[in-house]
């Protein structure tokens, strides 16, 4: 693995705190060690379930056994009369204590804007119908035993295709349909099918992507508790946004957002699948304050599985025009979107993202992508690593290979003919995305010469194949008029606060979560780098509503290092500059003459340098909180907090390569070895962004392989509630020859030049897999249209393709 | 039948002897992280597949999740929280943090058990990155981070057959 | 299946007991009948336990019930106490040695920190029809010995695995598995998991040959896990291997009969014809697999 930064000098000036960061010496750019791998490497990492210390209630989730159907039975009498029921709740009581949940973004059209805790009418098994409340969680589950519920069943719908065919059981019967809303994006269906009845060639698939589980080790876990006295609600919460988590709640339980506190402990992994609030969290929070105590719940595996939201879930008809030369003059794309039982908080978004981020690094004369959210009875879906763009990815790929062969060209040749050069950045789309910086022919280019000779075997009963493919990454959600332009009701800026406190030691707080991908090492990175401090002076605070900066996004989106990051790297310019004006005060000179100098580890001090005094920065910092010498008389506090609201979206970059073995006799697939040359601007530590890289490709093979959270066709039930039958990446599914590069181009967009990374390593992953099973297999690329590539479903076509003998 | 049979349960965790109640049915990773106040043992899956639970019985890797408290009554248990001395990161956890072995550090307690019972066999890296690692599921770091720390500690001078062996913290050095 | 009303993730309400001997352990087993459930390894009992897919009054632990635990190898015959875990059959050098591919198979089954506790009795006992060590027994002619409340008896182990269950009786105590070793044999277990990094197994097959120097096989124990509701004895196709040398002809015709015999279950990880074909795909891995006789001593078992 190897960094290879590149790009303009270095500066370390406050005159430019937004330059793009290089190597100074300064603790911007390093792999430093993270700061809080100690403790989780001794066991002593506070996960929420870690907690409680034996004083909580438990709570148990009642769920839907169907997947549609009325609730005309909930008997809690037994349950009740056992002593050691604590609280039974049914669709009635919670009915009475609640209100609906709010949404988020609604795609046009969309009628459902609330989104019920517990309606009598469940769309999806596994749907919360109530919940039990006892000692401990085996007890409240013995008691959840005791509750009596039947149902009258209704028609499930299972899949868009079922929901969208004449005479379909409908979801929601008071919306007339199961459409929930539809958008399109890009050039209008005209202007696009104009475009394509002139090319020379068109190529049409039907590409889908399967819904997964988000499958963090860690499953969503809650502790509340209700103080009657201060009636105050504090949860500890596995959640990616502890501000929305906590608006949403106090508008469920009717309090003020003022009575709750979300604080995050530790999370075990979050993929998106904890950037909303559920209605079964909700739920454990109305019991702790109908109770007065603390309430904890965990979800278990199979919840996580089944009655957690989901990702992806996509099919589309997709077309790409070539003209006699190769060039790219047209892509259409109709996306259907599986929103399952209802749109969640921003369920549709990763749908109208795919739409949005359907051309990638290439040029279209025309281009543009219609969107269709569909009711059905599985569980929601929602934000998911990659959020439409791998699903984009999966979409533009596919059809560019299939070109390539059907057209009898290269696909590296037919590529290339149609990249968006670096001489044309800044450049935007059909569908008014902005590329700001980098080379995208380039990458391409490294990739493809990483797999040049990689096997290929077109004999035998194993076949070998290899393939290269690019990818843009939208990073750094995103400018607040843009959301709002979107219609979408979420601010994208952050706010970054940093404390000198009054013994020099520095505290940081941003509005972003760590969930494991090392952010609160990053941030302090920055904010060291920015005052010219050792990172042992500074500690970074995120995760609590009562004390750390309101933020809408927070962890998702690719976006904490770009946009807290850059809150922080100019709230840090602001703050060097007056602990240099207090130390010019204290020393007796000028601003300019006062010099920060480190040694190691050592605590600085400020040199004047005509007088040759110093002072530490302790010592400044001190006099500063005492209010002496300050430079200007209406400002005592050493805090500094900037708001940044991006001023567009920064776009990262990459190209992956992957050579694969196909197995004739199995349909198994092996990935032999993998290859990601990723830009993502100056990487704060290169260590974490390898981490995050290798992390996503594991998924992303995932996704490519082995994933899928299915559902009975006829039933509607999830035929996937155990770890056995969702089969996650193993270790053995990620080659042990796995090539991670970088290269620096500094964006445009944000201080430091910063790109997000934390999705962009598994946008290319399952096409690039897929391709090179196409280069492997040609004789069955027309059908690699689906993923999971899972062995019986490559045997079946290469049974029917005549390889392979029943 | 509703009432929950109990009885008290006597181990030794960490080199230390301890005592508790628990019933009959309670699992030996519930009664160590809750009971025992050990949270430092995850647990995932409650059926043995994704391995954050595995503790050492005996010396030998398993899924507390898949054993009843009551099962251990008599025996040796070490958990993550025995392995750094007085706080000091162990050798295998000082690796395991160079090589970037760990993200969300959910899964990184099982892992770590089980790579100390494979450093204490003596298994080679092959089988260790093989077999061992194979009996665990993480979902941020794509393995390689893992796999280079058991490389690493393959390559290190004296090599991972240096881990002792024993029911408690490792010895200093 | 499907979901229950509410999740669970914790084992119902039950009584434990820790006998120290077979004869106490016969009489609970006797005492509770149906409503006990026997606690080998655990590997398979209690994921089930905790989701509440079994719930016996009493779970009878066997792992402190002396001298179940033993391994012998003598009279041409390996002898294995039910209670022997797999981990220490992985690594027992003699037994290694009398039976390779007894190891070879228990390094197929599940991981190094399932198989510190899982049992060979157990696996036997549990009968997952895909599962490898049923078929190991079935293919290598094992003898399981069963201890009741009326006294002991032997079952050979096609006699033991019954469709979707096994012939040991409520009550009843596997104590006691005794593999026969065949002089001249050679034998190889080949599994396909459901991905080529592994999961769990889709099909597997163990097939034996006892060839000639001139390469005539004259005798063949072959059986498949996953091709049927238990276990399955290819007969067919030992009889397709007997009494020649093992050409292509003679694997295509062995192939073939398994496949007739085959009758594999069906689920989203395959339909009856793909496992069929795995079925024929790991059966001529295995026989092709077989080292030719003489080249390799060690490897007779």
Redesign the interface.
């Known amino acids: 693995m190897t960094a290879a930064p590149a790009g303009p000098g270095p500066d370390d000036t406050t005159a430019r705190p937004d330059a793009p960061q290089q190597p100074t010496g300064g603790p911007i750019g390093r792999s430093v060690p993270r700061l809080h791998d100690d403790r989780l490497l001794r066991g002593q990492g506070r996960f929420t379930d870690d907690i409680d210390d034996g004083t909580a209630l438990h709570a148990v989730v009642l769920r839907s056994p169907v997947a549609h159907g009325r609730l005309t039975r909930f008997d809690a009498g037994a349950a009740r009369a056992d002593g050691r029921a604590v609280l039974v709740l049914g669709p009635d009581e919670i009915a009475r204590h609640t209100r609906p949940l709010p949404t988020v973004w609604r795609i046009r059209g969309q009628r459902q804007d609330t989104i019920e805790l517990a309606p009598r009418t469940v769309r999806y098994a596994g749907q919360p119908v109530g919940l039990v409340v006892a000692a401990g969680r085996a007890e409240a589950e013995d008691v959840a035993e005791l509750v009596e519920t039947g149902y009258e069943p209704l028609p499930a719908v299972v899949g868009t295709d079922a929901a969208l065919a004449d005479g379909a059981p409908l979801v929601h019967p008071e919306y007339g349909g199961n459409t929930a809303g539809s958008a399109r994006f890009g050039d209008s269906e005209d202007e696009v099918e104009r475009a394509l009845a002139g090319a020379a060639h068109v190529v049409t698939r039907e590409l889908g992507v399967q819904r997964v589980a988000y499958t963090s080790l860690e499953t969503r876990a809650l502790l509340a508790e209700w103080t009657p006295g201060t009636e105050q609600l504090t949860v500890w919460a596995g959640t990616q946004v502890p501000h929305p988590f906590r608006y949403g709640l106090a508008r469920a339980l009717r309090l003020r957002v003022d009575q709750v506190r979300v604080a995050v402990p530790d999370l075990g992994g979050a993929f998106g699948g904890k950037t909303v609030l559920h209605a079964d969290e909700t739920l454990v929070c109305l019991a702790a304050r109908l109770l007065g105590r603390r309430v904890a719940w965990t979800e278990d595996r199979a919840e996580a599985l089944t009655a957690s939201y989901q990702g992806r879930g996509m099919s589309a008809t997709a077309r790409l025009g070539l003209d006699a030369d190769g060039r790219f003059v047209a892509l259409d794309a109709h996306i259907t979107g599986d929103v399952g039982a209802f749109v969640s908080q921003a369920g549709t978004g990763p749908f109208q993202v795919a739409a949005q981020a359907i051309e990638g690094p290439y040029r279209f004369g025309r281009a543009g992508a219609s969107v269709r959210a569909v009711w059905t009875n599985a569980v929601p879906t929602g934000a998911y690593r990659g959020y439409g763009m791998q699903e984009a990815c999966w979409i533009r790929e596919r059809l560019v290979a299939e070109a390539a062969r059907e057209l009898g060209l290269p696909a590296a040749e037919l590529r290339r003919r149609n990249l968006i050069g670096p001489e044309e950045l800044p450049y935007t789309t059909r569908t008014f995305s902005t590329y700001d910086t980098g080379d995208y022919p380039r990458a391409l280019h490294s990739a493809e010469q990483a797999v040049a000779d990689a096997p290929r075997v077109r004999e035998g009963r194993i076949r070998r194949g290899a393939a290269a493919v690019p990818s843009i990454e939208a990073t750094g959600y995103g400018p607040t008029s843009l959301l709002e332009a979107a219609g979408m009701e979420a601010g994208g800026w952050e706010s970054g606060r940093i404390r000198v406190n009054e013994d020099g030691t520095v505290t940081v707080f941003a509005g972003v979560v760590a969930m494991g991908q090392g952010i609160e090492t990053a941030l302090a990175q920055i904010v060291a780098d920015r005052l010219g401090v050792p990172l042992g002076l500074v500690a970074v605070r995120l995760g609590d509503t009562d004390t750390t900066p309101r933020s809408e996004f927070s962890s998702q989106a690719s976006r904490s290092v770009v946009v807290a990051g850059g809150a922080l790297m100019r709230a840090g310019a602001r703050m060097r500059e007056r602990m240099h004006a207090l130390a010019a005060s204290l020393l007796e000179t000028s601003a300019e003459d006062v010099r920060l100098d480190v040694e190691g580890e050592d605590e600085p001090v400020f040199r004047a340098a005509k007088t040759s005094r110093t002072a530490t920065w302790a010592q400044v910092a001190h006099r500063g909180w005492l209010g002496w010498g300050r430079p200007d008389p209406d400002r005592i506090v050493l805090e500094e907090t900037v708001d940044f609201d991006p001023p567009g979206l920064t776009y990262a970059y990459a190209a992956h390569a992957a050579a694969v073995a196909v197995d004739l006799d199995t349909g198994q697939i092996t990935v032999e070895g993998y290859w990601a040359f990723s830009d993502s601007g100056p990487l704060v530590n290169p260590m974490i962004a390898e981490g995050q890289i290798a992390g996503a490709v594991a998924q992303g093979l995932g996704i490519a392989l082995t994933e899928e959270a299915a559902l009975d066709p006829s039933t509607g039930l999830p035929l996937t509630t155990s770890l056995r039958d969702y089969e996650l990446p193993a270790p053995a599914t990620v080659p042990t020859a796995l090539h991670l590069s970088h290269t620096s181009t500094p964006g445009t967009v944000a201080p430091g030049g910063f790109k997000g990374l934390g999705e962009g390593g598994m946008l290319p992953a399952p096409v690039v897999v897929a391709n090179a099973v196409a280069d492997a297999v040609p004789e069955i690329a027309r059908r690699l249209e689906r993923t999971p590539l899972s062995p019986y479903r490559v045997w079946t076509m290469l049974r029917d393709a005549g390889l392979a003998t029943g | 039948m509703t009432t929950a049979a109990r009885r008290t349960v006597t181990l030794t965790v960490n080199g230390a002897a301890r005592s508790a109640p628990a019933e009959d049915r309670t699992l030996l990773s519930d009664f160590l992280r809750h009971t025992l106040r050990l949270t430092g043992t995850h647990v995932g899956c409650e059926e043995g597949v994704c391995g954050a639970c595995t503790v050492l019985l005996d010396g030998e890797p398993v899924r507390s999740c898949l054993l009843l408290a009551v099962q251990a009554q008599g025996r040796t248990v070490e958990t993550v929280e025995g392995l750094a001395d007085d706080g000091r990161l162990n050798a295998l956890q000082r690796t395991l943090k160079e090589t970037h072995g760990l993200q969300c550090g959910f899964c990184t307690p099982g892992v770590l058990m089980s790579l100390t019972a494979a450093e204490r066999e003596g298994l080679d890296e092959e089988e260790t990155a093989g077999q061992v690692l194979a009996g665990h599921r993480c979902r941020c770091t794509g393995y390689a981070g893992i796999r280079a720390a058991v490389a690493a500690r393959h390559r290190a001078p004296g090599g991972p057959r240096q881990a002792p062996r024993g029911g408690g913290a490792e010895a200093a050095g | 299946?499907?979901?229950?009303?509410?999740?669970?993730?914790?084992?119902?309400?039950?009584?434990?007991m820790?006998p120290a001997t077979v004869e106490e352990t016969v009489r609970a087993l006797a005492r509770h009948g149906a409503r006990a459930a026997p606690?080998a390894g655990?590997?398979s009992l209690?994921?089930l336990?905790?989701?509440?897919r079994v719930r016996p009054?009493v779970?009878v632990?066997l792992?402190r019930v002396a001298g179940l635990d033993t391994v012998r190898v003598a009279d041409g015959a390996v002898r294995i106490g039910a209670l022997a875990r797999l981990?220490t059959l992985e690594r027992h050098e003699t037994l290694g040695a009398a039976l390779p591919v007894l190891r070879q198979t228990v390094?197929l089954v599940?991981?190094?920190?399932?198989r510190?506790?899982a049992t060979l009795g157990g696996s036997l006992c549990h009968a997952d029809p895909a599962a490898e060590l049923p078929a190991l027994a079935v293919a290598l002619g094992a003898r399981l010995r069963l201890a009741g409340a009326g006294g002991e008896r032997e079952l050979d182990a096609e006699e033991f695995f019954r469709p979707g269950r096994t012939a040991r009786r409520p009550g009843e105590l596997l104590t006691e598995i005794t593999l026969p070793l065949r002089d001249g044999f050679t034998h190889r277990f080949v599994e396909?998991p459901?991905?080529?990094?592994?999961?769990?197994p889709l099909v597997g097959v163990c097939a034996g040959t006892r060839r000639e120097a001139d390469g005539t096989v004259t005798a063949a124990r072959i059986a498949a896990a996953g091709a049927a509701d238990r276990p399955l004895r290819l007969r067919g196709a030992e009889r397709a291997l007997t009494g020649g040398p093992l050409t292509e002809e003679a694997v295509a015709r062995a192939l073939d009969a398994a496949a007739s015999a085959a009758a594999p279950p069906a689920d989203?990880?395959?339909?009856a014809?793909?496992r069929?074909?795995?079925l024929?795909?790991a059966l001529r891995r295995a026989l092709a697999a077989a080292p030719h006789p003489g080249t390799d001593p060690k490897e007779r078992a």
Do not use: C, W
């Open positions: 299946m499907s979901l229950r009303k509410g999740s669970v993730v914790k084992p119902p309400v039950f009584e434990y820790a606690l655990g590997q209690v994921p336990l905790n989701r509440r009054d779970v632990d792992g981990r390094r599940a991981h190094p920190q399932i510190t506790r396909i459901r991905h080529a990094h592994g999961g769990l989203p990880h395959g339909d014809a793909y069929t074909a795995l024929r795909t």
